[in-house]
């Protein structure tokens, strides 16, 4: 094999590989964010969904409340009456509550003392009912107020409990009952999971889309996701049920799955910049999810739509003395945010879209045409709507078109080569989604096996190589909860206490770890390598560090091996280093206790004089680096 490693042909973009992340198998509720009280305010359809009464000796009671119109985004609370005895509410978390030992955690309530006097009891409990953790709280106002008390553990628990014990005589209002581990990432109040921050940083991802999705565009538009619901005050963020709330068998079965939105535009905008990721918010473009309801808004009722993209880009980059720059400097981020790219509609195709996205274009454009537009060409790779969207885009002012395939892991292999022949004077690609989905298993969608990660990877060299035409790609979906997930394959696995990458996860690691800042080819006889005897390869330049990364993939189940030559640099070190992905077993997959199954091994390699001498294990994606002078 030959590298050109002098002649690069394209830049990649610092945007190349990132990630997507939706509230998806409780991505974000229950996932990422670290609130681990289900149902903290009430709103759920069923108000008391998540939790139980403690019934001591029958002298208690729950009434809810609905103050209506007096405050419309969180109307519901909970009035507690007492009566000479211990009356409580127990809540059993999202699928049960992760609690460290030695840890401290923070509750918080907003209260209203009522008549009497009642005193706040505050129990951690284990899945067997045993105390691991306690703290009270006393001397409630009259009026609305948040009370905070912490405490340490005792114990860990995978499922723990909180328990909320009332004692005295008469009632007390009760709103927001909320537990936080005090380590958070960064350490911030209401704050986002730190082992699940950290795998996405380990990505070190140049762009995250946020904040889906089907869940952008709703069932039906009234429970689309809108951003100013979502940023503010917690309390005042309006619930609404998760479009991904739904009736299937375990584990998927999600009827108490709803978006409390406390990870909401602002926490995204933070959670980019922490990781240094650009950050892409994708808008609702006024129409719901096409494979629900397919509801839209009439083009003469889009202004309120397309004036939500114009404010989002006054919260993310106003001064603070805009309106909605305000609001972000009051929230703790008075420098900009830096917005640059916006997507209008997730997964959107037809002629009602490319009607409502010009719309959106011709506005944003006028006002702002500093900000790329992300248009999407819906979820069939190949086909007529497909190709109608592209079509409609290319006069148009798009920077990125958002295309999405989940397909078999065969597809992937094939369409290796599938950017070689984009043309190169119309939008740039944005690989938004994808993930290569077998057919192993029981349940209809396949497991994170590690013929899916190759399969991508092979796919991965085809992106790189034409990062002149591919700017940005994500896998999705990003997170899942063993015991909450609605869709699989996912990129990362979670319980209530830890987590895993996949194999996927590390075929992303290893790409995004190893971008390069410019394409050079490798060739085989002059020409690319994209499945001829099974063997994938593309090649970076990275003209910071003075190396060249080459991947290779060998999807073939017999080793094979190549001398490469490096043809118009000179080699620093006598020595070159390899990682190595593989597994002799296709369908191998990580798990939370074997969690290194299929994981990277980094190793040094001989080189002589200007060529490297590499063997590639069966089923294995290589990354080799040498440094160049
Ligand atoms: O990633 C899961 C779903 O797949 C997304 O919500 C949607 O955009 C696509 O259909």
Redesign the pocket.
């Known amino acids: 094999l030959t590298v050109l490693a002098n002649k690069p042909v394209a830049p990649v973009a610092p945007t190349m590989w990132g990630v997507?992340f939706?509230d998806?198998n409780f991505g974000a509720d229950g996932g990422l964010y670290a609130e681990l009280v289900k149902n903290r305010s009430f709103e759920f359809l069923n108000p008391m969904m998540g939790w139980k009464e403690l019934k001591q000796n029958g002298k208690g009671k729950t009434l809810i409340i609905n103050r209506g119109n007096e405050k419309p985004a969180n109307p519901r609370f909970a009035r507690i009456t007492v009566d000479s005895a211990q009356y409580g509410l127990s809540n059993e978390g999202f699928r049960g509550m992760g609690i460290q030992k030695g840890k401290q955690y923070n509750f918080s309530i907003l209260a209203k003392k009522g008549d009497g006097n009642i005193n706040v009891m505050i129990e951690l409990v284990n899945a067997t009912g045993k105390k691991i953790g306690s703290t009270s709280l006393s001397n409630f106002s009259g009026e609305w107020t948040k009370q905070t008390a912490s405490f340490t553990t005792t114990d860990t628990a995978v499922k723990g409990r909180l328990n909320v014990l009332f004692e005295g005589n008469g009632f007390i209002d009760v709103d927001m009952i909320s537990l936080f581990p005090q380590e958070t990432w960064k350490n911030r109040p209401n704050g986002l999971r730190a082992d699940l921050v950290q795998m996405l940083a380990d990505l070190k991802p140049g762009f995250i889309r946020f904040p889906?999705?089907?869940?952008?565009?709703g069932r039906e538009l009234q429970n689309r996701y809108q951003w100013k619901t979502t940023v503010g005050p917690i309390e005042d963020r309006m619930s609404i049920m998760n479009?991904?709330n739904v009736e299937f068998r375990a584990p998927r079965n999600a009827p108490d799955y709803f978006q409390s939105f406390g990870i909401g535009f602002y926490e995204y905008f933070q959670l980019a910049e922490d990781i240094g990721a650009e950050p892409l918010p994708i808008l609702n473009c006024g129409m719901a999810c096409q494979?629900n309801t397919g509801e839209v808004a009439q083009m003469d009722q889009l202004d309120p739509y397309v004036q939500d993209a114009l404010d989002l880009i006054e919260f993310a980059n106003g001064a603070v003395t805009t309106k909605w720059g305000k609001v972000r400097a009051d929230m703790g981020h008075p420098a900009p945010f830096n917005l640059k790219y916006l997507g209008i509609g997730?997964?959107q195709w037809d002629e009602q879209y490319i009607e409502r996205y010009k719309e959106f274009e011709k506005n944003l454009q006028q006002k702002h045409p500093e900000i790329v537009l992300v248009g999407s060409a819906g979820?069939s790779p190949n086909g007529p709507r497909f190709d109608y969207a592209w079509k409609e885009f290319k006069g148009s002012k798009a920077g990125l078109i958002d295309e999405?395939y989940?397909q078999s892991p065969e597809w992937f292999f094939k369409n290796a080569t599938r950017y070689d022949n984009y043309d190169r004077k119309g939008p740039k690609v944005f690989a938004?989604?994808y993930?290569a989905h077998g057919k192993d298993d029981t349940v209809t969608e396949s497991k994170n096996t590690w013929f899916s990660a190759l399969a991508e990877a092979a796919f991965m060299t085809g992106l790189e190589r034409n990062a002149d035409v591919v700017k940005m790609a994500s896998y999705?979906?990003l997170f899942a909860h063993v015991e909450a997930w609605q869709?699989r394959p996912d990129l990362i696995w979670f319980d209530n206490l830890r987590t895993v990458g996949t194999p996927n996860y590390y075929v992303q690691k290893l790409f995004a770890n190893n971008k390069g800042t410019h394409v050079i080819q490798v060739l085989q006889d002059g020409k690319v390598l994209a499945g001829k005897d099974s063997i994938y390869a593309s090649a970076v330049l990275d003209k910071t560090s003075g190396e060249v990364i080459i991947k290779l993939v060998n999807a073939a189940t017999a080793p094979t091996s190549y001398e490469i030559s490096l043809a118009g640099v000179k080699l620093n070190k006598n020595r070159a280093t390899i990682e190595v992905l593989t597994s002799p077993d296709a369908y191998a997959y990580n798990t939370l206790d074997q969690q290194k199954n299929i994981y990277p091994v980094q190793k040094t390699m001989g080189i002589k004089g200007n060529n490297i001498n590499v063997s590639l294990p069966p089923m294995s994606l290589n990354v080799i680096k040498v440094s160049i002078r």
Do not use: D, K
Request: aromatic share 22%; with cysteine.
């Open positions: 997507f939706e998806i889906g999705g089907c869940i952008v565009e479009r991904w494979y997730n997964e979820p999405h989940y938004g989604e993930a999705a979906p869709w």
